[in-house]
C-alpha cells in the first residue's frame, strides 16, 4: 500500500524556517513527479511545489516563488519543501502528492496519492 509521511511542520513567527519533509513507500519513487499543495481553513486546496522525477524541474507558485525551495533525493524516497522568510498567509495543512505522469503538474487532480497533511502555523 501506498503511502506518503510528512514530517516538520508547526508553529513559528514571520520570518522563520521550516522545513517539511515526505518519506514515499510501496511506490516506485524516482518515476513519479512530486509535489506540494496546501489549504488553510474555509479555503480550496491549492498548488505550492512540485519537481520532476529527476528533480531537474521545479515549478512554484507565484505567492512561495523566491521564499520556497523543493528538493528530492531519490536514493531515500524524500522530497522536501524548505519554507523561508515565512508569513502569516502560509498557514495551512501542507500535503504531499505523487504524480505518475513526467509532466509537473499544479493542478491536485493530476496526482494519484496523497500524504495525511502537515500542519504550518506562521503567527507572532
Known amino acids: 500500500q501506498v503511502q506518503l509521511v510528512e514530517s516538520g511542520g508547526g508553529s513559528v513567527q514571520p520570518g522563520d524556517s521550516l522545513r517539511l519533509s515526505c518519506t514515499a513507500s510501496?511506490?516506485?519513487?524516482?518515476?513519479?513527479?512530486m509535489g506540494w499543495f496546501r489549504q488553510a481553513p474555509g479555503k480550496e486546496r491549492e498548488f505550492v511545489a512540485a519537481i520532476n522525477w529527476r528533480g531537474d524541474v521545479t515549478r512554484y507558485d507565484d505567492s512561495v516563488k523566491g521564499r520556497f525551495t523543493i528538493a528530492r533525493v531519490n536514493a531515500k524516497n524524500t522530497v522536501s519543501l524548505q519554507m523561508n522568510s515565512l508569513k502569516p498567509e502560509d498557514t495551512a495543512v501542507y500535503y504531499c502528492?505523487?504524480?505518475?505522469?513526467?509532466?509537473?503538474?499544479?493542478?491536485?487532480?493530476?496526482?494519484?496519492?496523497w500524504g495525511q497533511g502537515s500542519q504550518v502555523t506562521v503567527s507572532s
Open positions: 510501496a511506490l516506485p519513487f524516482s518515476r513519479y513527479s
Open positions: 502528492a505523487a504524480d505518475k505522469d513526467l509532466s509537473v503538474g499544479v493542478r491536485s487532480d493530476e496526482y494519484d496519492y
